[in-house]
């Protein structure tokens, strides 16, 4: 027997969904994004706009207050080269925290990797390629050990990256000797990495390949969803997205080619284009971003932290996504190890220590990653690198007080875990 609704029934090619491949275009798409984008916020799907609200206000707050010293090109590099190692660490700190997991020792990683570096290339005088791949090995090797004594032996992450946190202590003083310092200024090429910029043809040409890419992904997979009768972005919201990121780039990279160095008849200390960092980082996300969004590993990654036993039922190998995970992690806090290492041209017992750790982890959550696991994007530890960068960078200028700088970054970091525990709230209660 045939029912109306089998009587009508006919396939994409026939009559096409409404929002999939006929999307509306002009304002009317426009007006319909917005209402669904509104939606997604009511449900508890807010994503990364706190991040993105709290550092619009704060450099509306330090460029208010102090426009000459904060609101200039200098400040603008510094800072980007400043956040860097936090936002390298974090984007690590963001595989293990979407399993629930937590890694206490990314710091001390960070610079026992490092250390590594220097006493490859400065004490035993191999190439700076060599010292860098020793590092990222090292970083691997801790990651696996950590991930295998929470995977197989199920020793609670909190622990055994505690046991990790102390023991690396250790090893970075055994390594370098309690007050020592090993200097890397004589290694032209690990220092250029956090420290120098590229020429500003190759910083226009960067911009044309990190836009002309974006923008290839972006409607390429709008085609395909289009293609497959699947709801997919208006065509101007996409256009309009990529505009804004040719925009944001161009001005930025127009502001870092002029000249912000001393040059006169007397003195030629010429300092212009983008931090070699900025490159370096961009190209870290692209490439954890594809990882997390465009394979199976990354699908299954948020299926463990969303569920493990689901997880496990269907399949998936919950022992070797946190092996993976930790390796991720503890490879990336190598990166970030060697640079501040870069930055600072030399290594100490203090490298990776302080609060390096503590704003990392900030870092990742302020950004929109969840501590409750399943939720949380590479994008969060760039925005929420950013945000720490801005606060620990503006406030010197309006304080020397240390305490105020540390209570006011505990404020944000509170502020983004109670915004997150309130989403998630909302999230359940909506059925999301």
Known sequence: MTTDSDSTTTTPSDTPPPAATSPNTGLAGLQDEFRAWVVRIRGGDIGSVPAVLGMLALVVFFTVLRPDSFANKGNFANLLAQSAPYIVIAMGLVFVLLLGEIDLAAGFTAGTCAAVLAVVVTNNGFPWWVGILAAVLTGSVIGLTMGALVAFLGIP??????????????????????GGTITLRDNKQIVAIANNNMTPVLGWLFVVILVGGYAAVTLLRAAARRKAGLPTQSVTLIGLKIAGLAVLFGVATAVLNTERGEVSAFVSNSLKGVPIVVAIVAGLTVLMTFVLTRTAFGRHVYAVGGNTEAARRAGISVTGIKISCFVICSSLAAFGGILLASRLSSVSPQTGGSSILLLSVAAAVIGGTSLFGGKGRVIDAVLGGLVIAIIQNGLPFIT?????????????LLLAAGVDAIARRRAAATGR
């Open 400 to 412: 020397q007080e240390a305490g105020i700088q540390f209570t006011v970054t505990a404020a944000v």
């Open 157 to 178: 992450s909190f622990i055994v990256t505690l046991a990790w946190f102390l023991g690396l202590q250790g090893a970075l003083l055994l390594i370098i000797g309690n």
